[in-house]
């Protein structure tokens, strides 16, 4: 099946640090990832979609100069959370858009766990 | 506002029950509806997808379904294992968007 990675699958920064988490397809191509942030024993709340080639659509209340998206290729997505803040930490998981001749579905990767201290 | 309303919020049963979780969304409209399991501190597993002309799906123990018209979809889990413990979600495909309700942790006790 269609798989998706992403990395670091957790790290601990200071507060105001800047950081980078990747998404990757590995196996297939996509046009439309998206980024999700789950807080504890809370459901997934969709943060943005990022489209290949295009700025990112921000869902409302996010906030699009905190969060930064590139889709710089049909694998690659990159979530950069500036100037980080201790709310600012949560899980944090990609889903890369596959669609097939009969199928359009989500893969999702493993997630990404962000402590700010 | 499209909304996923997922009930119980918490579930446990002793092994080797039959049992239901209930997904309920607003939108008719929907393109497919998808079950996915999340262990804690993990990413989602997807157990099951149903298209909007499908009624139901059925993999192993495991059976989705899908009433449209009364914005409900239902998983079965057949034979409940300990190795079942997890928190279940549903999600509505609308609009390229999947909704997620906000699950069902669900233990099964040996």
């Known amino acids: 099946g269609a798989v998706v990675s992403q990395h670091p699958s957790r790290v601990i920064c200071k507060s105001g640090t800047s950081v980078k988490i990747e998404c990757r397809s590995l196996?297939?191509?996509?046009?439309?990832m998206f980024w999700y942030r789950q807080f504890p024993k809370q459901s997934l709340m969709l943060m943005a979609t990022?489209?290949?080639?295009?700025?990112?659509?921000?869902e409302q209340g996010v906030e699009k100069d905190k969060f930064l998206i590139n889709h710089a290729s049909l694998t690659l997505s990159t979530l950069t959370v500036t100037s980080a803040h201790p709310e600012d930490s949560s899980f944090y998981i990609c889903?890369?858009?596959?669609?097939?001749?009969?199928?359009?579905?989500?893969?999702f990767g493993p997630g990404t766990r962000l402590l700010v201290l | 506002k499209q909304e996923v309303t997922q009930i119980p919020a918490a579930l446990s049963v002793p092994e080797g029950e039959n049992l239901v979780l209930n997904c309920s969304f607003t939108?008719?409209?929907?393109?497919?509806l998808q079950w996915f399991r999340q262990d804690p501190g993990k990413g989602l597993t997807s157990l099951l997808l149903?298209?909007?002309?499908?009624r139901e799906q059925t993999s192993g123990r495991l059976n989705a379904s899908l009433d449209k018209s009364s914005g409900r979809s239902t998983l079965y889990i057949a034979a409940s294992q300990p190795g079942d413990s997890a928190t279940y979600l549903c999600?509505?495909?609308?609009?390229?968007?999947?909704?997620f309700g906000s699950g069902t942790r669900l233990l099964v006790r040996p």
């Open positions: 999600a509505m495909d609308s609009s390229y968007k999947l909704i």
């Open positions: 990022s489209n290949e080639g295009s700025k990112a659509t921000y």
């Open positions: 196996d297939f191509q996509a046009t439309t």
């Open positions: 939108d008719s409209a929907i393109y497919n």
């Open positions: 149903i298209q909007s002309s499908q």
């Open positions: 889903s890369a858009h596959l669609i097939g001749p009969r199928i359009k579905t989500q893969y």
